[in-house]
């Protein structure tokens, strides 16, 4: 397998958003992972004087009995990284990766790399996340819960501007679509601006922002035209003439397809759903898309099939979008029933293309919580994209079908390192499309110089939100 010419990146640094990760973003979000399911015995304990039936009250007492059994769990690896001790291997509870994760855990140990400050942050990162899952799969009555779903849902509704004034730009892009179809200049026009949109789609992570507040999160998903005119300045690494370029070769010929390798759920699935329905409704260059999630909760918002399923029913809800002095059960505050209007008939449109086969998803739209299917389980281990075809050949050899793949991608190498070069073996294999809002100091393709001056700033560019990038790599020929 590929081997990088850079050691896998670590916390040694403390000045690092690496070494900010396992001090602050983690504890926070194993406590929120506590916080919620105590919320939610809570509320079962409560519910429990109510009842007369015996056997549903044992029911339910087993269901908290359970809870805080994984309440204990959670709250010891939290305990376990403050205090550097070793990972321990993950039990082996019946669902994918086990013995993957096992036998990498084993190696770094002979390395003595195996201690939550000496461990390499990728295979830790996605580590954390398996181990979280092995505590509810080894359970009775909570394998089927995502500890993460009522933060996605939260987020989601608090984004209810933004979406309806893209519901309302796409109803527009409908009146327009002749004139569109005309000319691809127009279409050019419209297809940088829904890049952008996608790309600042990307800000909502909330796996990264664990400190901010209502208005910075809509802040980061703001929209409008103007806000995409000044975002331009800050994308830097900027390919969106080069992948334009790609998508017009793709004219004329029979089932072009377009990937999403999906990233986080909520606004920013909405918006690659947005993308998605103007690359197959409103240009000759798509006629399928295949969205990508994770069978696992993963890195707290990555989407999964249970959310990628109940998204457009909660769009199509006219009370999903409550907003602060809204009576309950009252459409939210900021839309009009224009706008409402605008939106139903979008994810209606959705839909219809998820039932004829238009918008499909890579694994069973019915998958439940930790299946297992050979297109979605490598994105699920702790493995770099570049072991693709050595370690998921099934899923390689999908994607080198599609006209292009859409990533999310995180690359730690010196900043000016090229695209190509840090993608490693998969370069070429399939066109690549990656938008990426910079959140971590995960960042390559940008010119030296340019990272050297913001380093010297002071601020925090490798991981504010502020900017970002766009790389297309296309496929060798």
Request: charged share 25%.
């Amino acid at each position: 397998m590929f081997e990088a010419p850079y050691k896998p990146w670590d916390f040694t640094d403390k000045g690092s958003f690496a070494f900010e990760t396992v001090r602050k973003r983690w504890p926070v979000i194993l406590t929120g992972i506590i916080d919620n399911i105590y919320t939610r015995n809570h509320e079962l304990g409560i519910s429990v004087r109510d009842k007369t039936d015996e056997a549903e009250k044992a029911s339910v007492e087993e269901i908290i009995e359970e809870g805080k059994g994984i309440i204990s769990k959670v709250g010891q690896v939290k305990y376990d990284m403050a205090r550097d001790r070793p990972l321990l291997p993950i039990p082996d509870d019946g669902e994918p990766l086990v013995d993957v994760y096992n036998t990498e855990l084993e190696r770094l140990a002979e390395k003595q790399q195996n201690t939550w400050l000496t461990v390499p942050w990728l295979y830790s990162e996605c580590y954390l996340y398996r181990l979280i899952r092995s505590f509810f799969v080894q359970t009775k009555r909570w394998k089927d819960y995502d500890p993460f779903l009522a933060q996605k849902e939260a987020t989601f509704q608090k984004s209810s501007k933004a979406i309806y004034q893209l519901a309302t730009t796409m109803h527009e892009l409908e009146q327009d679509k002749e004139t569109l179809a005309s000319d691809p200049d127009n279409l050019k026009v419209i297809f940088k601006e829904m890049i952008q949109m996608c790309l600042w789609g990307n800000a909502t992570d909330l796996s990264m922002l664990t400190h901010l507040s209502h208005e910075d999160i809509q802040h980061l998903q703001s929209v409008g035209r103007d806000v995409q005119a000044a975002r331009a300045e800050y994308i830097l690494r900027d390919d969106q003439e080069k992948v334009w370029q790609h998508l017009t070769s793709l004219a004329g010929k029979k089932d072009s397809r377009v990937d999403f390798v999906l990233d986080n759920g909520g606004f920013e699935l909405f918006t690659d759903f947005v993308f998605a329905d103007f690359l197959v409704t409103y240009t000759p260059y798509a006629s399928k898309v295949v969205f990508h999630p994770k069978l696992i909760p993963w890195f707290v918002s990555d989407v999964t099939p249970p959310d990628f399923k109940s998204t457009t029913k909660s769009l199509l809800s006219p009370t999903f979008f409550p907003q602060e002095g809204t009576p309950e059960g009252a459409p939210a505050s900021d839309s009009t029933a224009e706008s409402r209007a605008h939106l139903h008939e979008m994810v209606k449109r959705w839909e219809s293309y998820i039932e004829s086969g238009v918008f499909s998803l890579s694994v069973p739209i019915d998958s439940p919580l930790g299946a297992s299917d050979k297109k979605a389980n490598f994105w699920t281990s702790p493995y770099p994209y570049w072991n693709m075809q050595e370690l998921a050949p099934e899923l390689h050899a999908f994607l080198r079908e599609s006209s292009l793949v859409i990533f999310k991608v995180y690359v730690q190498w010196p900043p000016s390192t090229p695209f190509e070069t840090a993608i490693g073996p998969i370069a070429g294999t399939f066109p690549i499309l990656s938008l990426r809002t910079n959140k971590a100091d995960v960042i390559v393709g940008v010119d030296q110089e340019v990272a050297d001056k913001l380093d010297k700033s002071g601020e925090q560019w490798r991981y504010n939100g502020k900017y970002a990038v766009v790389f297309f790599q296309p496929r060798s020929a």
